[in-house]
């Protein structure tokens, strides 16, 4: 049976999320000139995925939540020591709860599987904005990892820029980070072959504080968010080698890079306290291009 979709609507932006399946979102439009910027799903009917699964053998669309690792790996310290992490982390495949709603606001909670922890989400429109609000509380010590994974459907020429802009950022597609200079934006088509993908941090010395989508006609996405716990940025490009559509996922995430253990071991992960509730947010604001909706 398909999943109960909610919708959050105000006289600028319309936001569609699953009540259950992993909490995704999958609609996120600006009224006042139409654009969609998430890449949508081919049909809503699609079965839930399996715990465990690969995420990239998996239907791509919309944005969902990592946690506690984004690559799969075992967790390496007490008291989850050699536990294994599925890929994508635990989020993605996990039946959430709706604990409020209206019809510009959505609460939903999660609770943790392998880990023992819950996560909760606050949506809430305002005017052109998504306020985004995170909560997650842990009986116990537990270093996790977190980062938004949406996936942002680009047009011909729609740029990426970040701010403030970094001198350079390390490519990690390989697994082994390399400096490269940051050109001061990305464009998938010119930057990326078809049929390949590009995944990028920012220096994780540099504090980036939002970064941000424009068409050429001027239609606008811009994230902010958090730097006091969300330090680090992760960028995701494709060009057609997993999703039908070209990407562009811009991904804050509060632990460097990709894999717990990595970040850990490089005192580079967030590190929840028993039972202190770590409290973080995102914005995204949306503005119209130079056509508009009638």
Do not use: K
């Amino acid at each position: 049976m398909p999943d109960e979709v909610i919708t959050l609507e105000n006289e600028d932006l319309e936001v569609r999320v699953m009540a259950r399946q992993g909490g995704r979102v999958t609609q996120l439009v600006n009224r006042r000139d139409l654009r969609e910027w998430l890449v949508g799903p081919r049909t809503m009917a699609s079965t839930r995925p399996a715990s465990g699964g690969i995420y990239t053998d998996t239907p791509h669309f919309g944005w969902d939540e990592m946690l506690p690792t984004i690559d799969p790996c075992m967790y390496p310290n007490e008291p989850y020591v050699g536990v294994a992490l599925a890929d994508h982390g635990e989020l993605w495949t996990a039946q959430w709860m709706v604990t409020r709603r209206s019809p510009t606001s959505l609460c939903q909670e999660v609770h943790g599987r392998t880990l023992a922890f819950t996560f909760e989400r606050s949506l809430e429109l305002r005017g052109p904005v998504l306020r985004c609000e995170y909560r997650c509380v842990t009986p116990v010590d537990t270093a996790m990892l977190w980062a938004l994974h949406p996936q942002f459907a680009t047009r011909d020429g729609t740029s990426l820029r970040l701010h403030p802009e970094p001198r350079n950022v390390l490519v990690t597609s390989d697994g082994v980070p390399r400096v490269q200079d940051w050109s001061g934006d990305l464009v998938v088509e010119r930057d990326i072959e078809p049929g390949d993908d590009l995944m990028i941090y920012a220096d994780p010395s540099t504090t980036i504080s939002s970064a941000s989508l424009r068409d050429l006609d001027g239609s606008s996405l811009e994230m902010t968010w958090d730097t006091s716990d969300v330090r680090y940025l992760g960028i995701w490009a494709d060009h057609g080698r997993f999703s039908r559509d070209r990407v562009i996922a811009i991904e804050p995430t509060n632990g460097f890079f990709d894999e717990l253990t990595r970040a850990t071991n490089s005192g580079r992960a967030t590190l929840f306290r028993a039972n202190v509730p770590e409290e973080w947010w995102v914005e995204i604001t949306l503005r119209p291009g130079r056509t508009t909706a009638p």
